[in-house]
């Protein structure tokens, strides 16, 4: 079936296959549209799922959540996110300073960097979508009918029936494998080992300044590299109000149901990552202490405060990650089916373009839904224009995050031995780039338009 025959007349009910930011970012822009929407998600509770940790949201995903969330709930998801960083730095894995940036203060909404986590954006995102969001639902497979609609079955037995079926299930979508059997999701030759440890008054310490507020990027010998971000939320270990909070914000998050769900609490990110080769072949069954152990071989020669740092890790929270990108999938047939963010343009983690560019697909996607329930398009032909754009443009993001900062296993960095030369070449491009105000500001200028529009 092609589910290309006549559309029903009158608004779509849309389908969404996962409670993911996108997912759940277009589904709060289609109620808000007055377009019914029903999504379906494969954990059991709203609290279910390590949904990794940090994630930058940039202006274009910060643009897209105004557009989508009603404007109270917004005004929720910037008093969650943790402290905005003051700083992006190049340090060595001695703690020297190869290069610090100035980022902008937050003072603006969306034209900025947040620093959220995961799990919390993810509760401010269920917040008011009971009634939406369908738990314990793990999608099967979908059924394109005669008369345009298309019924997505699950593993309980039960269906569901839409005009529209959107799949926001992730980089190993169910939904892809049969609409687009053909796209390839390939190993970037990559391994992280990503860590939270709790901000204390002594791991805060043995930290310097610019990286106890900022981000700050580890270029180590050997292609060892990591990442560090401080993560200071407005509640305390307690999960109360800190006493230094704004009236405005304090009210909205005592007000704020989702605080009950989330325990998300101030800690250091660790991210440790290189080549695969590096790690044991066993790596991604690793977890606990025997994970922080595998970090902490991999970086004997750090600086002892970094080492440190990984020792008090919570060994709860270590989790190997292998690092994957799509390959381009060349274009289709608009149908009855479309998909947004990793489901179809899954892209290595850095800088969180992955997470920016699912909120930039569902606010397109949203807008293309409202022309055709105002009948100035059919659905088809709003899902055709969707896809028009997204696609260029997700792919053009993949080829980007995969030629950065040793995302790939085949970077140089990682060769015997030109790879002493390419981290020579790559702290010097930085060193330069900080001291060079002019190269400094295109630097700051592209560290937030590099997840913007410009395609």
Known sequence: MTGTAAMASGPPHVLIIGAGTGG?????????????????????????????YRVGIGPTGSKALRECLPPELFDVYLATCARSPRYFNVITQRLRRTASFTLRPDTDPVETERSVARMTLRQVLLTGME??????????????????????????????????????????????????????VRDAGTINIATRVPLTAHTRQLLPERVEKGISLIFGAGGIMGVLHVMEFKWDRDGEIKPDVGDDDATLLRNWPGRRHDNTRDNINFIIWSTARRFPPDVMQRRGEDLVQTARNLTRHWHPNLRELLARSDPGSALPIRVATSEPVPAWKSSTVTL??????????????????????????????????????????????????????????????????GTSGDDRMYKPVVGRLALLGARGYFGVTSRVPRLARKFVNDFYTYRGEED
Do not use: W
């Open 24 to 52: 759940l970012c277009l589904a709060h822009g289609l109620r808000r549209a007055g377009i019914s929407v029903a999504v379906y998600e494969r954990y059991r509770t709203r609290g279910e799922g390590l949904l990794g």
């Open 340 to 405: 947004l963010g990793d489901a179809i343009h899954t892209m290595t983690p850095g800088r969180g373009v992955g997470a920016n560019t699912a909120l930039r697909d569902a606010a397109l996607l949203c807008r293309q839904l409202r022309q055709a329930a105002a009948g100035d398009k059919t659905l088809l032909q709003a899902v055709a224009d969707y896809e028009a754009a997204m696609v260029p443009y997700g792919f053009a993001r993949v080829a980007d995050s995969l030629n950065r900062s």
């Open 131 to 184: 009634d939406v969001v369908h738990f314990d639902k793990t999608f099967t497979r979908y059924e394109q009918r005669d008369d345009g609609t298309v019924t997505a079955h699950f593993a309980d037995g039960s269906t569901a029936t839409g005009d529209l079926l959107v799949a926001a299930d992730g980089t190993h979508s169910a939904v892809r494998r049969q609409y687009l059997p053909h796209a390839v």
